[in-house]
T-cell receptor, first 112, second 112 residues
Framework: DAGITQSPRHKVTETGTPVTLRCHQTENHRYMYWYRQDPGHGLRLIHYSYGVKDTDKGEVSDGYSVSRSKTEDFLLTLESATSSQTSVYFC???????????FGNGTRLTVT | GENVEQHPSTLSVQEGDSAVIKCTYSDSASNYFPWYKQELGKRPQLIIDIRSNVGEKKDQRIAVTLNKTAKHFSLHITETQPEDSAVYFCAASRQAGTALIFGKGTTLSVSS
């Protein structure tokens, strides 16, 4: 599993509540990513990080924020969850530029 | 930013036939092109990748071709088997860039 742990694996929350998803890696890799997967849309990049405290926006960053205070942890926060954020969220790590991404097992988030 | 188009969205073949999935990308600076396979309920996993200094790469029944002039790359699966049934994603990453952008996926069904 490339040393990636996502937590929680499943979560149901109500509209308007804050939600934080965690990605933890044991490989000490520099690059970490958050994607969401929805039917018909494939994998869309939300945010990514290229080092501690270094992050950048992806394709669908509105409504999401991230933090990386330690190499091993990359947190994704939905400040006020909406039903449109119901999705499967995948974290991924990348050893170096132009090398493959390795995905975690995903978090299924349902916003009611 | 990079945009990746993938076709077809669904593909049905008979066992033993070949399958071809095509992707185009928009950023001429992209130089890394991986393909991922995702089985139902599981995380995407890398099956093959190609870099821009190579026109073709093969791994047993799987091959990828790259045409940098036309900005397209293709996945070829020969002698398909039922276990090849899955969703396949192409992706592109620009030179020295950290973001990996995915196509929307192709659902391949192999019937015996």
């Amino acid at each position: 599993d490339a040393g990636i742990t996502q937590s929680p694996r499943h979560k149901v929350t109500e509209t308007g509540t804050p939600v934080t998803l965690r990605c933890h890696q044991t490989e000490n890799h520099r690059y970490m990513y958050w994607y969401r997967q929805d039917p018909g849309h494939g994998l869309r990049l939300i945010h990514y990080s290229y080092g501690v405290k270094d992050t950048d926006k992806g394709e669908v960053s509105d409504g999401y924020s991230v933090s990386r205070s330690k190499t091993e942890d990359f947190l994704l926060t939905l400040e006020s969850a909406t039903s449109s954020q119901t999705s499967v969220y995948f974290c991924a790590i990348r050893p170096e530029l132009n090398s493959p991404l390795h995905f975690g097992n995903g978090t299924r988030l349902t916003v009611t | 930013g990079e945009n990746v188009e993938q076709h077809p969205s669904t593909l049905s073949v008979q066992e033993g036939d070949s399958a071809v999935i095509k992707c185009t990308y928009s950023d001429s600076a992209s130089n890394y092109f991986p393909w991922y396979k995702q089985e139902l309920g599981k995380r995407p996993q890398l099956i093959i990748d190609i870099r821009s200094n190579v026109g073709e790469k093969k791994d047993q029944r799987i091959a990828v071709t790259l045409n940098k002039t036309a900005k397209h790359f293709s996945l070829h699966i020969t002698e398909t088997q039922p276990e090849d049934s899955a969703v396949y994603f192409c992706a592109a990453s620009r030179q020295a860039g950290t973001a990996l952008i995915f196509g929307k996926g192709t659902t391949l069904s192999v019937s015996s």
